[in-house]
């Protein structure tokens, strides 16, 4: 009788965003623009998480200089918001535990998002980033310690890690026994199917592919039960990616594409060319980096020696 | 009349009512003898504000029917009313601006005191050192005020970071109050510590460890009533009565807007932004 109703989802981005660059957030615009158009989903949020300075990676500035820029960068978005949980854990978190810690967090808090403790003027929900008042500081939650091995390969592949977009095409796959249950990663409130997807680049795709990166069981977790959105860049083949690897061929429905991105002049944008730009005092930098971001770095003299 | 020194506070709880339950009727009276317990407060009124049809729920049905059921449950307690305010509203109205409306009546309606009162009222009054440099966010002292009655969840999702405007939870908090009521013993009192905001407010909120305040019963209640299953104790024989004689809720009333996107997140919807 009546058409499926629409998921709502929450876009995910980890990575180390050293710094963010004006790619992250057009793969962010970009991710949501393509869900919407499919009609069947809506995305009510995005939200920014920098991964944590014991992460390991040469050159990674302090977690306080890359959560203050991932701020300026969002200041005048109404639905990106960064994160500084992963930031303040004891230790550097796997992708699958900050997922699963958004997912257990918006199961609690959603409820009284969607009924809407706000004011009326712009965005209540997920979008309002603080433009200079630091962030409130986390308990420290005891965490897993996930062996940091993977860390090293990773540090390799991991220039825009932080955009993992998956997209589950198909609604009638859950079924609810009670309105308010959470079954899964899916939180059921109000009616409503909320999840959060992972919001990625082609490279970390292909970064599934490489034996050993990644755990098996985490695979499975960040692939089958939450689901990406890829954005692909560098004219990389998604397809050809996919069919290497038995997790990502398993769950293909749940990762989804984001298409007409190609040769567009934001897929060719990268941290490390904005370091690069940065340390050369190259004026391209201004095609990488929004200005507030450009400022503070400025301000604080990051990336001024040459590094990884 | 109340005491000389105690602050008269008015509850106001925002929800579907959808049906309104003896668990809202019992969230009302947990939350009045916690206040009144601190020896601090009086509880001089209870509002009962449902949500507009506007809202877009599933399954939400009729404002007419809900303000009705409320009333026949608020007729039961002598301190706890009804206000329609929210639901006469031709758009759904968030929150905070239903909460600003009461709080503007409530300052309306001492100005009409008399004389007396405002001078000893103008003499209690005081501000309060706003670290947001807002003096139109601090509670007024020696006046009524008026707390949102809430859950625990609320409180948490305050304690995100850039969930929230800075300025919209200083209002919340600083300007009224909560009082939430939370099953879980140590979790309100870890999100109040662990944000600078509701740390600094922290008197305004009150955490009271009873029922969890959500949709829960309603929703027990609607798929019981679908069922043919007794829901008599769950609610007020009174609504109970106003359910079976115009057959609220069934299979065909909880499809109501299943297509529909709920209300505040409809700006979501459509071509993204800049």
Not at chain 1, 237 to 243: G, L
Not at chain 2, 16 to 26: A, C, D, G, K, V
Not at chain 2, 105 to 120: F, G, P, T
């Amino acid at each position: 009788m009546t058409e499926a109703s629409k998921t709502h989802v929450i876009l995910l981005s980890c990575g180390s965003f050293n710094p963010v660059t004006k790619g992250h957030i057009h793969m962010f615009e970009k991710a949501r623009e393509y869900l919407h158009k499919t009609g069947r989903f809506i995305v009510i949020g995005g939200i920014i998480s920098p991964v944590h300075d014991s992460y390991g990676k040469p050159g990674l500035v302090s977690s306080r200089h890359r959560l203050t820029m991932c701020q300026l960068a969002v200041q005048s978005s109404d639905w990106i918001r960064v994160d500084p949980w992963e930031c303040y854990q004891d230790t550097w978190q796997t992708t699958c535990s900050v997922l699963e810690h958004h997912r257990d967090l918006m199961k609690r808090v959603t409820g009284c998002i969607l009924s809407n403790v706000n004011t009326p003027s712009t965005t209540p929900v997920i979008g309002q980033p603080q433009n200079q008042t630091p962030p409130p500081v986390y308990q420290n939650h005891s965490n897993m310690n996930h062996k940091p091995n993977a860390i090293k390969l990773w540090g390799k592949i991991s220039e825009s890690l932080g955009k993992i977009c998956c997209v589950r095409p198909h609604m009638e796959r859950f079924t609810f026994v009670d309105e308010n249950a959470n079954l899964g990663t899916t939180v059921r409130y109000e009616e409503i199917e909320l999840r959060i997807l992972l919001l990625c680049g082609s490279d970390l795709l292909e970064s599934f592919c490489i034996p050993g990166l990644w755990k098996d069981s985490d695979m499975e977790v960040i692939v089958g039960d939450f689901g990406i959105v890829v954005v692909p860049r560098d004219g990389a083949d998604t397809e050809r990616i996919m069919n290497h690897s038995s997790i990502l061929r398993k769950y293909k429905d749940n990762i989804i594409v984001v298409k007409d991105v190609m040769n567009h002049p934001m897929s060719i944008i990268s941290s490390t060319k904005s370091r690069l730009a940065l340390q050369h005092g190259d004026g391209h930098v201004v095609d990488y980096l929004s200005q507030p971001v450009i400022d503070y770095i400025l301000q604080s003299q990051l990336y001024i020696k040459a590094s990884g | 009349m109340a005491a000389t020194n105690l602050t008269e506070v008015v509850l106001l709880a925002c929800g579907s009512f959808n049906p309104i339950t003896n668990m809202h009727l019992r969230m009302f009276e947990l939350a009045r003898d916690h206040l009144e317990d601190t020896g601090h407060y009086t509880v001089v009124k209870g509002i009962i504000s449902p949500v507009g049809d506007a809202y877009k729920k599933k399954g939400l049905i009729e404002v007419d029917h809900r303000l009705e059921m409320a009333s026949l449950a608020a007729d039961t307690s002598d301190w706890i009313t009804v206000d329609p305010w929210e639901s006469l509203q031709p758009e759904w109205v968030e929150t905070a601006k239903v909460v600003r409306h009461h709080y503007e009546e409530l300052l309306a309606s001492e100005q009409n005191k008399d004389a007396v009162d405002s001078v000893k009222y103008a003499k209690k009054r005081r501000i309060e050192d706003d670290y947001f440099g807002s003096a139109s966010h601090t509670k007024r002292r020696g006046g009524s005020q008026l707390m949102l009655l809430c859950g625990a969840d609320v409180l948490e999702s305050f304690s995100v970071p850039n969930l929230w405007k800075q300025e919209d939870i200083v209002e919340i908090v600083g300007r009224y109050g909560l009082v939430c009521i939370t099953r879980s013993g140590n979790d309100p009192h870890k999100f109040i510590h662990q944000s600078d905001v509701l740390w600094k407010y922290r008197k305004n909120i009150h955490v009271v460890h009873e029922w969890v305040t959500n949709e829960i019963s309603a929703t027990h209640v609607r798929r019981a009533l679908r069922r043919g299953q007794s829901v008599r104790y769950l609610l007020p024989d009174a609504v109970l009565c106003y359910i079976k004689e115009h057959n609220l809720y069934n299979a065909e009333s909880e499809q109501k807007n299943a297509d529909v996107v709920l209300a505040p997140l409809q700006k979501f919807t459509g071509a993204s932004s800049s």
